[in-house]
Antibody, heavy 121, light 109 residues
Framework: QVTLRESGPALVKPTQTLTLTCTFSGFSLSTSGMCVSWIRQPPGKALEWLARIDWDDDKYYSTSLKTRLTISKDTSKNQVVLTMTNMDPVDTATYYC?????????????WGQGTLVTVSS | SYELTQPPSVSVSPGQTARITCSGDALPKQYAYWYQQKPGQAPVLVIY???ERPSGIPERFSGSSSGTTVTLTISGVQAEDEADYYCQSADSSGTYNYVFGTGTKVTVL
């Protein structure tokens, strides 16, 4: 059974750095093709893909946010961490992590329940 | 940056057919995926690789592709299908970054 769970602060101040952790089970990020992405959704708005890390440690970032994002993994802990610097109120959103398999190309087939991050002073 | 364009809303009566389009220049070269999202819930994958249906997804959900447009079709719409729907694909410019469509609200009248 595949599960993912996001964790991190519910409230951050402007200019601070956000650190989110995705803890997963039921698959391994050392398996060829496996990937974990971060996606966010501001209240009432559309989904926005942020970043992806692959089994081979390749990393991909949203073009518009790449200067602020860093994604990393700890395979032994089954965790993926996303950091976003210089947070602004417009970054208020629900942040999701999701799994994909780029070899099977099955899409983002499992998602966490999401964590709401509010940016406010 | 690469964009996928969807109609903001689609309205349909129960039992009728809803069609949601998604347009993007790279769609002839990259697979499309569709997600259903109900209020307060995480998205759920309903179509992968343009037209494949994951296990557990009702047969009334189908996908198709033609040129730069992909379409999600819901046949025999039920009240429980009222939700937001997002297409997703990848940028083929070399980055292969994922991208989501603008989203479509399906209302069952």
């Amino acid at each position: 059974q595949v599960t993912l769970r996001e964790s991190g602060p519910a409230l951050v101040k402007p200019t601070q750095t956000l650190t989110l952790t995705c803890t997963f089970s039921g698959f391994s990020l050392s398996t060829s093709g496996m990937c974990v992405s971060w996606i966010r959704q501001p209240p009432g708005k559309a989904l926005e893909w942020l970043a992806r890390i692959d089994w081979d440690d390749d990393k991909y970032y949203s073009t518009s946010l790449k200067t602020r994002l860093t994604i990393s993994k700890d395979t032994s802990k089954n965790q993926v961490v996303l950091t976003m610097t210089n947070m602004d109120p417009v970054d208020t959103a629900t942040y999701y992590c999701a799994r994909s398999d780029v070899e099977q190309q099955l899409g983002l087939d499992y998602w966490g329940q999401g964590t709401l991050v509010t940016v406010s002073s | 940056s690469y964009e996928l364009t969807q109609p903001p809303s689609v309205s349909v009566s129960p039992g009728q057919t809803a069609r949601i389009t998604c347009s993007g220049d790279a769609l002839p070269k990259q697979y499309a995926y569709w997600y259903q999202q109900k209020p307060g819930q995480a998205p759920v994958l309903v179509i992968y690789k343009d037209s494949e249906r994951p296990s557990g997804i009702p047969e009334r959900f189908s996908g198709s592709s033609s040129g730069t447009t992909v379409t999600l079709t819901i046949s025999g719409v039920q009240a429980e299908d009222e939700a937001d729907y997002y297409c997703q694909s990848a940028d083929s410019s070399g980055t292969y970054n994922y991208v989501f469509g603008t989203g479509t609200k399906v209302t069952v009248l």
